[in-house]
């Protein structure tokens, strides 16, 4: 077990690589049946394969942990190809959520890289709210989306290391604005930015007064 740690992530490279290939002489010469092709199994199956070349470079070396990215974007290509046609719209939620996990591994590996919190929530979001919108066609998906980013800020303030109480104020914006469209009171919205901007002037102009 200890010479399998010590592998070059090279040596996981090159052979993905030759793999690739060899593959790809197969599938041109017509060695493979057509049902290993039919709906992107065989690509599917390729992807898959790569990603787990990656992820055993990350598992391996914890300093290796950009390897994380194409490990988990692999992924997401794969269940995206081994999709059913009747699922073919949330294709993209899969392939986003690849990416979200991707973020995800690289904080859970070291806490200080919370950073990758704020990527991961997004990329989610996006592949949501396509498989939404894909799936209501003339549905308004706004709501969906400031609420996934709120989530995410929250998490963010949440999850360890501590510190980061100024993520609360992020948070708890989007999820108003994430609860409020969509609704009969999304009109409210434009007077609610008046108001804001009534407020903020003001609060400026009796700070300068205090002073004085």
């Known amino acids: 077990m200890k010479n399998l740690k010590r592998i070059d992530f090279r040596i996981v490279l090159g052979a993905v690589l030759i793999l690739g290939g060899l593959l790809l002489l197969m599938d041109k010469v017509g060695l493979f049946p057509e049902w290993l092709k039919a709906g992107d199994l065989f690509w599917g199956s390729v992807t898959g394969i790569a990603g787990l070349a990656f992820l055993y470079i990350m598992v391996s070396d914890r300093g290796q942990w950009w390897a994380a990215f194409p490990a988990f974007t692999l992924f997401g290509i794969s269940a995206s190809a081994f999709l059913p046609a009747s699922l073919e719209a949330w294709s993209g939620l899969a392939f986003m959520t690849g990416l979200s996990l991707g ?17 991961a929530g997004v990329l989610l979001t996006l592949g949501i709210v396509a498989g939404l919108g894909a799936l209501i066609e003339g549905g308004d998906s706004g709501g969906v989306f400031f609420i996934g980013l709120g989530i995410t800020f929250l998490l963010v303030a949440l999850l360890p290391p501590a510190g980061r109480t100024w993520a609360y104020i992020p948070a708890v914006v989007l999820l108003i604005l994430g609860a409020i469209l969509g609704t009969p009171f999304a009109g409210a919205l434009d ?12 609060a400026l102009i009796w700070q300068f007064l205090r002073k004085k």
């Open 103 to 119: 973020f995800w591994a690289v904080y859970i590996t070291d806490r200080t890289r919370w950073w990758a919190i704020i990527p």
């Open 191 to 202: 007077y609610v930015w008046i108001a804001a901007l009534f407020i903020g002037g003001v």
